[in-house]
């Protein structure tokens, strides 16, 4: 007999199904957001009896959004096991042997069954809340009517922002696997089981899913959140959060992964290719007209709404550019004291008398989870645009000294300010040590991690929220979908104000020797950019997904190892902060650099890529249930 999608329900609702059969009268928020009240019984009716009750179910709603960062050892927060997206793409490496990158990916071994045993792949299907969050936000658009002390008004808003919670948990799913089922209400499970024949839909029918709830969102949400909400409701969905995670969406699905005259794969099984569950089935320009039209939409209200834009530099000097570059993905906004963040999360765990993040993810860091790549520091320019050139002499003396401000922002790098002191990452430094040389720890690559976590310091005990979208990834989409339809100039410019922001020159000043009506070298000069500015958001990896960059995903990588030169060019194997003050000497300024290829851990895909890595399996035990989730390509 055909099974159907209502086990996957089941099994992925029943703790908040405990909630909603048996729910409050008096309820604890905070950080954590919903807590039952020991004690206290929990039903649908009681919910929905009190508006506070209603509220309070949306807040826990929300707490099932994506965040990006690792920080806690469970499946949801765990993140591979300590590990992150970013460490598959070209820009980052792990050297943690035991997280998930480097058990399940850089050895070749994931598979579609690792899905159903491992918490280590990168986004379980049914282990990231993604279902729970699905379920809950229907839940409490079918019942918010109920409340009898809550103004219509309040409860339309309310809808909205349920329904953009529905389409932001769709797209996390929809990056790594494609098409999917389509629940558009909360299944009444005492129903006969024929009710729930909920087959995978098709990529463009996902798209539109997502898009009509954000549509339908937009239509009913303030622009921003006025004056007197953010202090209280800062995070909530906007109108403006809305119509910029549809360009988000419109941008992924308009890509070559799923708008080709090809599919991806043509590795068995090719069920969900012949469905169109994988790609749209041929080349639609119109999908690429649509990404632009909704950026022109999203940029038509800014202009006439005001209240969101990028966060601007008070003062033109790198200490400027760098604090208004912190300022724009470190804190919070809503239009309010950071105009460029549409959408942000954040969790708060704590560990003794330090928040959990504080003991996780720097744990991670420290143990090598997090390591820059060479490939990664070569992309940021000089400080006035010009890219950095190994061969150029003039170049190498300024290599850590007049770069792209966002370099210090987002990678450690020598004699970086750290801690009090400038960092010493040469091969023998204080915080380096033989790391580079043996190619293990935190600066293995001869670089460390800077961003979200800074100098370990400034940063403790205190949530870190996860910039999920920001204005400066619109201008890049919109550039982008500008490119598509052949208008350079305009596409430049877009890419330009983010550039500016950070003091940098123009593409064209920058480059005078690019021909950027050339496709090719316009988008390769789009992607970079959006690499610096958007290192470590979840965009390197799936801008080499949605492009099928096959080449990136092969290329070997290499770090840096940094020799420290005595007066009379000799190497000094030592700290020079450690040493007594009378026995230090001037502060090194010379030094020798030497490229290495990183091999510690290999990745299999350096020599072994295949592009059904592209979109992640399902898990076996669930396309076995046979309700119509037909696996992906090649596995």
């Given amino acids: 007999m055909r099974r159907n999608i209502k086990s996957l329900f089941i099994s992925l609702t029943i703790g908040m199904a405990i909630f909603c059969s048996s729910c409050v009268d008096d309820l604890k928020f905070g950080d954590s957001f919903l807590e039952k009240a020991p004690g206290v019984d929990v039903t649908l009716d009681s919910v929905f009896a009190k508006a506070e009750n209603a509220r309070y179910f949306l807040w826990d709603t929300y707490s099932k959004l994506y965040y990006g960062l690792p920080v806690y050892w469970n499946s949801v927060d765990n993140k591979m096991n300590m590990g992150m997206f970013e460490t598959l793409s070209d820009t980052w490496h792990s050297h943690l042997s035991w997280d998930g990158v480097n058990r399940s990916y850089y050895n070749g071994t994931y598979n579609a069954n690792r899905e159903d045993t491992s918490d280590d792949t990168k986004f379980g299907f049914s282990k990231e809340n993604t279902w729970e969050a699905i379920r809950k936000a229907w839940l409490f658009i079918e019942n918010i009517d109920r409340v009898p002390d809550m103004q219509q008004s309040e409860k339309e808003r309310l809808k909205a922002e349920a329904k953009v919670i529905v389409a932001s948990r769709y797209f996390d799913m929809f990056r790594h696997f494609g098409g999917l089922p389509i629940i558009d209400k909360a299944y009444d499970f005492s129903l ?97 007209e649509q990404t632009l039209k909704a950026c022109e939409d999203f940029f ?16 033109a000097t790198p200490s400027a550019y760098r604090d208004a570059f912190r300022k724009a993905y470190y804190t919070r906004g809503s239009g309010g004291d950071n105009p460029e963040l549409l959408i942000s999360t954040r969790v708060r765990y704590t560990y003794g008398d330090d928040y959990q993040w504080d003991y996780y993810f720097p744990q991670s ?85 800077y961003k979200f976590i800074l100098d370990f310091s400034s940063a403790r005990n205190r949530p870190t929220l996860w910039p999920y979208l920001r204005i400066a990834e619109i201008h890049l989409i919109y ?71 096959a080449q990136d995903f092969s290329k070997v990588l290499h770090g840096l190892r940094i020799y420290r030169l005595d007066e009379n060019g000799n190497v000094v194997n030592d700290s020079w ?59």
């Fill in 300 to 315: 038509r209200e800014v202009s006439t709404q005001g209240r969101y834009g990028l966060v601007q530099p008070t003062e």
């Fill in 479 to 549: 550039a982008e979908a500008l490119m598509m339809a052949g208008r350079t100039d305009e596409a430049i410019n877009e890419v330009d104000k983010v550039r500016a922001r950070v003091g940098l020159n123009g593409l064209r000043d920058s480059n005078p020797s690019i021909d950027y009506s050339n496709q090719t070298l316009l988008l390769e000069a789009i992607l970079n950019e959006r690499a610096c500015e958007l290192g470590l958001e979840d965009v390197r990896f799936f801008d080499l997904i949605r492009h099928k960059r």
């Fill in 192 to 288: 006969d089981e024929s009710y729930y024949q909920t087959p995978r839909a098709t990529v463009e029918q996902t798209v539109e899913f997502m898009n009509s709830l954000l549509d339908d969102a937009s239509g009913v949400l303030p622009w921003a959140l006025d004056e007197g909400e953010i202090s209280n409701w800062d995070g909530r969905f906007t109108k403006a959060a809305a119509m910029g995670l549809k360009c988000k969406i419109l941008l992924f699905a308009a890509s070559p992964l799923f708008n080709d005259t090809e599919p991806y794969s043509k590795e068995s099984p090719q069920d969900a290719v012949t469905n169109l569950s994988v790609w749209y089935g041929a080349y639609k320009s119109e999908i690429w």
């Fill in 365 to 449: 860091v420290m143990n090598g989870a997090l390591t820059p790549t060479l490939e990664y520091v070569d992309m940021f320019p000089l400080s006035d645009g010009t890219p950095f050139d190994w061969n150029n002499p003039d170049h190498v003396d300024l290599i850590f000294s007049d770069r792209d401000p966002r370099l210090y922002e987002t990678v450690l790098v020598n004699n970086a300010s750290y801690q009090g002191r400038q960092v010493e990452l040469w091969v023998g430094g204080r915080e380096a040590q033989q790391g580079p040389r043996t190619e293990q720890g935190q600066f293995a690559t001869g670089f460390g991690l």
């Fill in 577 to 635: 902060s450690d040493k007594p003050a009378n026995d230090r000497g001037p502060r090194p300024t010379e030094f020798k650099y030497e490229k290495f290829q990183l091999e510690n851990s290999s990745r299999a895909w350096w020599t072994n890529f295949n592009s059904k890595w592209y979109l992640s399996a399902f898990p076996t035990l669930e396309v076995n249930k046979d309700y119509g989730l037909t696996q992906n390509p090649g596995w």
